[in-house]
């Protein structure tokens, strides 16, 4: 049974930092890249980020290049988001989610077929 299960949201001020983790088991971790998503009231989830298997590579949604780091340890199976310099419209659940197939690079969250639970990121201004 696959398992995926986030932590490290809270509520910030802008320009704040925060950590999300996800705790994967389960599945062979190392098969796989890991995204982060995030959907805001009202609005559609979106992509964040992603990482390959290996860790070498990642691809970020413009409103957060520069900003937030994806980063995985395989020998732990977790995935992290660092968020830096946050916005108010950074504000929304996370999720962190797993490809329906091994050695799947994507953005689309179509084609993610395990999700946690969320955690909540909320941005005061």
């Known amino acids: 049974q696959v398992q995926l299960v986030e932590s490290g949201g809270g509520l910030v001020q802008a320009g704040d930092s925060l950590r999300l983790s996800c705790a994967a088991s389960g599945l062979p971790f190392s098969f796989y890249a890991m995204g982060w998503f995030r959907q805001a009231p009202g609005k559609e989830r979106e992509f964040v980020a992603v990482i390959k298997w290996t860790g070498g590579l990642t691809n970020y949604a413009d409103s957060v290049k520069g900003r937030f780091t994806i980063s995985r340890d395989n020998a732990k199976n977790t995935v992290s988001l660092q968020m830096n310099k946050l916005k108010p419209e950074d504000t929304a659940v996370y999720y962190c989610?797993?490809?329906?197939?091994?050695?799947?690079?994507?953005?689309?969250?179509?084609?993610?077929?395990?999700w946690g639970q969320g955690t909540q990121v909320t941005v005061s201004s």
């Open positions: 989610a797993r490809p329906a197939r091994t050695w799947s690079y994507t953005t689309r969250s179509s084609e993610y077929d395990y």
